[in-house]
């Protein structure tokens, strides 16, 4: 029997590259890598009472970007020098990019902020801080499949 390979979709995780200002994000948890979750609802339904619908286009197109990076990664002490800043000088507004070089996620954001610092707490073993990232608008994102 021959090898078929028509039909079989390859995800990589160590494909997904994220850059956040000036620096390659690395480091992530071991099951949860980022979370991209948007605040606008797209399109809301209405229906009169003769039945006719239309529909309305929410202008909110803001994400939320969550980095799950594990304790070790050297990325939160970026992130916590980034958002150090930024509480200075309130200048720290930085260009988001997600890119699956696997597949066609493709997700920019000409300016993105770190909110806050994680929630962090210490144990026996690695555990994960989870960075909350707003975005200003975001123009065509991809979430895409993969090849």
Known sequence: MGLLTKGVLTYDPKKVVV???????????EDEMITIAPHGEGFS???????EVARAIDPNDTFTITFHLAYTSKSNTYLSKVHNADRVTGSFLMPLMIKDLSG????SAEQAWVTNWPESTRGRGIETNEW????????NPIIGGND
């Open 45 to 51: 339904k209405y229906v009169g009472a003769d039945g």
């Open 19 to 29: 850059v956040f200002g000036t620096s390659t994000i690395t480091g992530f948890a």
């Open 104 to 107: 066609d996620t493709l997700f």
């Open 132 to 139: 909350e990232i707003e975005t200003g608008r975001v123009l």
